[in-house]
């Protein structure tokens, strides 16, 4: 039975990310995996009020990445300096289920960086320190996004997130970094 990778990320809210979560399942069967993408449970939401849907959704990915081995995670930043919030969650989740993460992303500068750039400026009261206009110190471990998730990629798999700069044209829909992860993955389960 081939490993299950469970497929976290912003994909799911692409205009056609039933498409986008196929291109990325035939990848992961090129390198002896089963992708899972989070649109994958069977669920159908025209009973249900948003409230319900959204439960529902919820419980569903648990339930998938409950039926993983690995959850890879598209750590490209998503609407703000950081990464999607629901994929953060996916990959807290996956670690506290004692799965390997493997995380990868789009965005070559480090999370201090791109941080600085969405706020418009620091204030430094004081030297090394960095702070926002609220006097709330800024993040600088020089990592690829906030400490806990860098930290449960590299402390579940011992490996450090992928990093590839890519162009504007192709920020999301690059899978280049994506299949370096799977490359990983194989080694991770003795495929390679």
């Not at 994909?11 to 986008?20: A, E, G």
């Not at 069967?29 to 959704?57: C, H, M, S």
């Not at 206009?133 to 449960?152: C, P, V």
Request: proline share 5%; charged share 30%.
């Amino acid at each position: 039975m081939e490993p299950r990778i469970y497929l976290a990320g912003p994909d799911v809210f692409f205009p056609d990310p039933l498409s986008r979560g196929e291109a990325k399942k035939d990848l992961c069967r090129t390198y002896g995996f089963e992708g899972v993408f989070p649109l994958d449970a069977d669920f159908d939401p025209a009973n249900l009020e948003k409230r319900e849907q959204a439960v529902q959704i919820s419980r569903n990915n648990e339930r998938l990445i409950r039926t993983c081995n690995l959850l890879i995670a598209n750590m490209t930043p998503f609407r703000g300096p950081s990464m999607d919030v629901g994929t953060a969650f996916e990959m807290g989740f996956a670690r506290a289920l004692e799965k390997p993460v493997l995380g990868y992303t789009n965005d070559a500068r480090k999370f201090k960086d791109r941080t600085l750039a969405s706020i418009g400026g620091i204030n430094k009261k004081e030297i090394g320190r960095l702070a926002d206009r609220h006097d709330m110190a800024i993040e600088d471990f020089d990592l690829t996004d906030n400490l806990m998730i860098d930290g449960a990629v590299y402390l579940s798999s011992g490996t450090r997130v992928v990093v590839s700069k890519t162009t504007k044209k192709n920020y999301y829909a690059d899978l280049s970094v994506f299949e370096q992860c799977l490359v990983l993955a194989r080694k991770f389960f003795g495929k390679g």
